[in-house]
């Protein structure tokens, strides 16, 4: 398994303003994902992190709201940009081994 | 688009009930996992599966995949409050390879609360 270590795990923000959450994996994952959820919702798949490169976004997400940044295996990083009330979320990344995605605690935002 | 559906969305039995989750896709899904996941922390893994009529046990709670790998179910027998949480089904997004490597399409979650 993988533990991921996730910062910071809340923040309250003014609308207009920008959040960088780190995601840090206790090992080397082939993969590490962001996703948004609302509280006791599902999960969304913002966008794969890939490192040395610009993430892959999924249909809805764009690299200008969301940029990501992976310099390494183990660490990644995802902001939101020009944050908005419909930007309160909770966040979360994931690391994945095989077939198997472990996941941090997740950030809740909320953008007042 | 690969979708889940999981049913149902809230679930509220009374401690020693049995109860299962289900969740079904159109789509093939290389694997399937299960997660639990309780407020303020992120989803705990619990089980994989990937092979089509495949059964796992975890104490308490059965997990099964469908023989096509389009479905999946989770059993839980008499339950207990520490059972009360979020569940939620994943299936493993493939690539050509045939490994998701970790990247999943959600189902919808079922809330779970299990009374003393």
């Known amino acids: 398994s993988a533990v991921i270590s996730q910062k910071p795990s809340r923040d309250i923000c003014q609308r207009g303003t920008s959040l960088t959450i780190q995601c840090q994996v206790d090992?080397?994952?082939?993969?590490m994902f962001w996703y948004r959820q609302q509280p006791g919702q599902s999960l969304t798949l913002i966008a794969t992190?890939?490192?040395?490169?610009?993430?892959?976004?999924e249909s809805g997400f764009v690299i200008d709201k969301f940029p990501i940044s992976r310099p390494n295996l183990t660490f990644s990083t995802l902001t939101v940009s020009n944050m908005s009330p419909e930007d309160s979320s909770i966040y979360l990344c994931?690391?994945?081994?095989?077939?198997?995605?472990?996941f941090g605690q997740g950030t809740r935002l909320t953008v007042v | 688009t690969q979708l889940l559906e999981q049913s149902p969305q809230f679930l509220s039995i009374q401690e020693g009930e049995n109860l299962t989750v289900y969740c079904n896709s159109s789509?093939?899904?290389?694997?399937l996992q299960w997660y639990r996941q309780e407020p303020g922390e992120g989803p705990v893994l619990l089980v994989t599966?990937?092979?089509?009529?495949e059964v796992k046990k975890l104490k308490r709670l059965t997990f099964q995949f469908g023989d096509a790998r389009k479905d999946s179910s989770l059993h839980i027998t008499a339950a207990q409050p520490g059972d009360t949480g979020l569940y939620l089904c994943?299936?493993?997004?493939?690539?050509?390879?045939?490994?998701?490597?970790?990247?999943?399409?959600f189902g919808q979650g079922t809330i779970l609360t299990v009374h003393p």
């Open positions: 090992s080397q994952v082939t993969m």
């Open positions: 599966v990937v092979t089509g009529g």
């Open positions: 994943a299936g493993g997004r493939s690539n050509a390879g045939g490994t998701s490597y970790g990247k999943l399409t």
């Open positions: 994931s690391g994945g081994l095989g077939t198997e995605a472990f």
């Open positions: 789509s093939v899904f290389s694997s």
């Open positions: 992190a890939n490192q040395g490169s610009e993430a892959t976004y």
